[in-house]
Structure formats: C-alpha cells, structure tokens
C-alpha cells in the first residue's frame, strides 16, 4: 500500500515539474494581448470579423507551448508516460480548457462590438460576476485537477483584465484602452513566462551527448 502511494506521489512530482518552463503562462499571455490588439482594432475599422483574429492568436500560443514542450523541456526533463487515471482525467481537462477557450473567444468578439454591454446592460459589478464565471473560475478548476498552484495567480489576472478595461472605458474612453488593460495583463503573464523559462534553462542545462546518446 505504501509503495502504491510513493508511487501516485512520484508521479504527481514528475507530472507538476513539466510546469516549471512557465510555457503556460507565456500561451495564455500571447492569447490575452491578441484579444487587446484585436478590441483596439475594431475601434477603427468597422468589422467584426478581426476579433476572430483572436483564433489567429490562439493558434501562435499553441505553438509556442507545443515548440517550446518539444525543443526545451523535453529534451532537459524527458517525456514521462503516465497511469491510465491521469490520462482519463488529462481528457476531461482537455475539454475544460476547450470550452474556456470558445467561451473566451466569444466574450472578446462580444466586447470588441459592444454587444455584451448593449444586451445585458451590465454594470461593472456585473462583468466581474461574469468573467468570475466563464474566465476565472474554468482555469482554477484545471489548476486545482493539475495541482498547478500558479495556475491560480493566472486565473485571477486573466479574470481582471476584462472588468479593467470596462474600468478605463467609463474613466477615459479610449480607443486604446483594450491594449492597455489586456496589454498590462497578459504582458504580465508573458514577462513572468519568460522568467520562469530563463530560470529552467539554466536549473536544467542539455545532457551532454555522451548522455544523450546513451542506451537506456
């Protein structure tokens, strides 16, 4: 009984240390500064159709994430095969993390046209609630199911960004208030990604190739 627990813990280590090249925050930073440049645009150009641009964005986040995984962390930390439990509960998140991201599209495309305001005539109070709801809450669910504890931290910023730029929207009204409030957000996550990458770089330099080249 005690092996299988050491075991389920040594797993759950091996599984939490994939987190420490701070990718995930670097993805999701690059995907909220493409929903403020997108918001910013549609100030000047009448059409919808650039907030869907943010799948645009989606799919750069992804890729940075994927290249990064596959470049740098895996040739530092290997690729760990995990139990059938952990593989089941992966593709529940996985549909959470689906779900988040069509429902954050569709926030973003409501914002930049103003139909959200117009159609629910919510107050600041109310756009809290609601990214609370659909932002907020889905990314604790995955931290908490990952055991991602900085997870959290990115739950909240990415919940603030939208009620800070209702915020400058009713103080200043500027055109580019999507930048600044999305821009000041997800550039935080983007800067905190890099750092967290830079610092596992050099906690876990590339094997030397006698390592790497031998059998295992």
Sequence with gaps: MSNEIDLKQIERRAFTSTFQDGL?????????????????????FDSSWFALLFIVYGIVGFMTFFLGKKYITNPRLGVAKFGPKRTAAHKKL???????????????????????????????????????????????????????????????????????????????????????SYGLFGGSLLIMGLIYLLRFIRKYPLPSKEIADAPQ
Aim: hydrophobic share 60%.
């Design 24 to 44: 995930v925050e670097m993805d999701i930073g690059i995907m909220i500064m493409g929903g403020g440049f997108n918001m910013t645009i549609t100030n000047f």
């Design 94 to 180: 996985l549909m959470i993390t689906l779900l988040f991201v069509i429902a954050t599209t569709i926030l973003v495309i409501l914002t930049a046209n103003n139909l959200l305001q117009q159609s629910l005539f919510v107050g600041i109070g109310g756009i809290i609630i609601i990214s609370l709801l659909i932002v907020t809450l889905p990314i604790s669910i995955i931290a908490y199911h990952l055991n991602f504890t900085r997870l959290y931290a990115i739950a909240v910023l990415c919940g603030l960004a939208w009620p800070f730029d209702e915020v400058l929207r009713s103080f200043t009204g500027s055109p580019f208030r999507a930048l600044i």
